[in-house]
T-cell receptor
Framework: AQKVTQAQTEISVVEKEDVTLDCVYE???????LFWYKQPPSGELVFLIR??????QNEISGRYSWNFQKSTSSFNFTITASQVVDSAVYFC???????????FGTGTRLTVIP | DADVTQTPRNRITKTGKRIMLECSQT?????MYWYRQDPGLGLRLIYY???????NKGEISDGYSVSRQAQAKFSLSLESAIPNQTALYFC????????????FGPGTRLTVL
């Protein structure tokens, strides 16, 4: 079974619009970590955030914010006032204690139209 | 300079050829990983290493081998490349725990004809 599901394959928004990227995860562990990575057109993977399962506070970093809800097993990512430079593929990932790799979702391709 | 580097960045090779992808890091991390990325499939783990003496297979290790030459270097080899190994390959590093953040290199785009 897929441990991380990103149901939105592609999203297009017009510049300055807000956009939310969904991430739903599945785990039986009580301690786990969630991540978001950005892959711009140049191809590299850029780390954005790491959140542990005991910290359900929402986090804001500039135009980026993350909403973690254990009740729905979701860790959604919102970009406020989107910009063309936000165009990228965004990956959500899960790490379980004792597991040895990150379980990646299949990614959401965001296109911001000027 | 980048903390995690990969060479080559792009490579085109033919079926049956042996090819090595190299990864170096200056982050001082113990753990190193090799992933491949295919369109629509996300990233999948090929091999990982906790230190020079500890190497482990990941989800899709068939057709690949690795070598951890030093704490800072981790190489991936395709002994006899085949077309379905065409993909984007990433090296990643992390500190000592399985849940520590993994930092990725820039990737190697490999095409097997």
């Amino acid at each position: 079974a897929q441990k991380v599901t990103q149901a939105q394959t592609e999203i297009s928004v017009v510049e300055k619009e807000d956009v939310t990227l969904d991430c739903v995860y599945e785990t039986r562990d009580t301690t786990y970590y969630l991540f978001w990575y950005k892959q711009p057109p140049s191809g590299e993977l850029v780390f954005l955030i790491r959140r542990n399962s005991f910290d359900e506070q929402n986090e804001i970093s500039g135009r980026y914010s993350w909403n973690f809800q254990k009740s729905t097993s979701s860790f959604n990512f919102t970009i406020t006032a989107s910009q063309v430079v936000d165009s990228a593929v965004y990956f959500c990932a899960l790490s379980e204690v004792g597991a040895n790799n990150l379980f990646f979702g299949t990614g959401t391709r965001l296109t911001v139209i000027p | 300079d980048a903390d995690v580097t990969q060479t080559p960045r792009n490579r085109i090779t033919k079926t049956g050829k042996r090819i090595m992808l190299e990864c170096s890091q200056t982050k001082g991390h113990d753990r190193m990983y090799w992933y491949r990325q295919d369109p629509g499939l996300g990233l999948r783990l090929i091999y990982y290493s906790f230190d020079v003496k500890d190497i482990n297979k990941g989800e899709i290790s068939d057709g690949y081998s690795v070598s951890r030459q030093a704490q800072a270097k981790f190489s991936l080899s395709l002994e006899s490349a085949i077309p379905n190994q065409t993909a984007l390959y990433f090296c990643a590093t992390a500190r000592g725990l399985s849940t520590d953040t993994q930092y990725f290199g820039p990737g190697t785009r490999l095409t097997v004809l």
